[in-house]
């Protein structure tokens, strides 16, 4: 059973248009991420969510809306796609423990997002 | 905002041989970390420091938390062809949600 899992792991769309990334985790985690990664791999936290709550937004442009129906699932919604937003999207997992996590991530394989 | 800066960026070795990377920071983290990607796939921890001037190992790999709190280091002895990826270092603080990922160190073993 994969622990973290996205869906797609491909997107190849116009600029302009709406697409959508699903992810879903397995592992009983309440705290689920989404992360960027460029054309040079540099890895960037988008947003953070516990328990269905949004903890963390990270100066993202609000064409980017993550939603978490319940704590096993964070998806992540793109209006208006723009070249620039061609990357690797990574929605990540952990445990929260007290009031802060581990830094323990567990990492779905990546959605990989080509705008034309 | 804080930065973690990797180096080397790039190394290229052959198998057997041991490597070093390190990571420094511009402020302080209570907690350091190392992550390996391999290509196509998303990082996978490969050790966790919570204690300044912490020594931990994982098989082949040993990494050190600073005494400063602002660096951290990886080793990897007798390099073996699995070994091929990127590293990352990564920092958070208690209190923050937030992990701070480095800059990457790519590695490649010459046949």
């Known amino acids: 059973d994969t622990a973290v899992s996205q869906t797609p792991k491909y997107l190849v769309t116009q600029m302009g248009n709406d697409k959508s990334i699903k992810c879903e985790q397995n592992?009983?985690?309440?705290?689920m991420y989404w992360y960027k990664q460029d054309s040079k791999k540099f890895l960037k936290i988008m947003f953070s969510y516990n328990n269905k709550e949004l903890i963390i937004n990270e100066t993202v442009p609000n064409r980017f809306s993550p939603k978490s129906p319940d704590k096993a699932h964070l998806n992540l919604h793109i209006n208006s796609l723009e070249l620039g937003d061609s990357a690797v999207y990574f929605c990540a997992s952990s445990l929260r423990t007290g009031t802060s996590i581990t830094g323990e991530l567990f990492f779905g394989e990546g959605s990989r997002l080509t705008v034309l | 905002g804080q930065q973690l800066n990797q180096s080397p960026q790039s190394m290229f070795i052959q198998e057997g041989e041991d490597v070093s990377m390190n990571c420094t920071s511009s402020s302080i983290f209570n907690t350091w970390l190392w992550y390996k990607q391999d290509p196509g796939e998303g990082p996978v921890l490969l050790i966790a420091l919570y204690k300044a001037g912490e020594l931990t190992s994982n098989g082949r790999l040993t990494a050190q938390f600073g005494i400063t709190r602002k660096d951290s280091f990886l080793n990897i002895s007798a390099s073996i062809p699995s070994d091929v990826g990127i590293y990352f270092c990564a920092g958070s603080n208690f209190g923050n949600e937030k992990l701070t990922f480095g800059t990457g160190t790519r590695l490649t073993i010459i046949p």
């Open positions: 592992l009983g985690h309440d705290t």
